[in-house]
């Protein structure tokens, strides 16, 4: 029989590098002088949202769907990679439906508490939510990697 509750979680990590958008949750955050070093857009948020929805029904990873070193995916739109992991999603299972996300992203600079809704209302038009259901919180590494960013998400997911 199966279950009508499944938890998903994912984490991600991209070294900081001058010269590049820091792009968190599908937003670009303005003025920062550091982004993440990445094949795609570097979007630690949704690359870790797009692992915690797969993992939801044990669908492996999102280097599985979309290998680093494949050239078509340089620069890639993470909110692409996101809509790609919930087709492939409801492929699987045509009722699921995220109930709520829980996103924790760690990063020493810039401060990011000032785009928390709008990070949260991009996650959430991405899953057809009410901002109300993504929870995000910033935390520094207290200087423990100032040259890093990020993020772990985990998420409820109904179907
Ligand atoms: O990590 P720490 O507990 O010192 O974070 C203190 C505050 O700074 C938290 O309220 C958090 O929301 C905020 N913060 C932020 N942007 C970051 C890191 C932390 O707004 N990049
Ligand atoms: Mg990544």
Known sequence: MALDIRVGHGLDSHRLAPGRDLVIGGVTVPGSPRGAEAHSDGDVLLHALADALLSTFALGDIGQWFPPGDRAHAGRDSREIVAAVLERLRAERPAAQV????????LDAPKLGHLRATIAASMAELLGLPGTAVGITFKTSEGLAP???????TLLLHG
């Open 99 to 106: 109930v709520n996300v829980a996103a924790v992203v760690i």
């Open 147 to 153: 040259d890093h960013v990020q993020a772990s998400v």
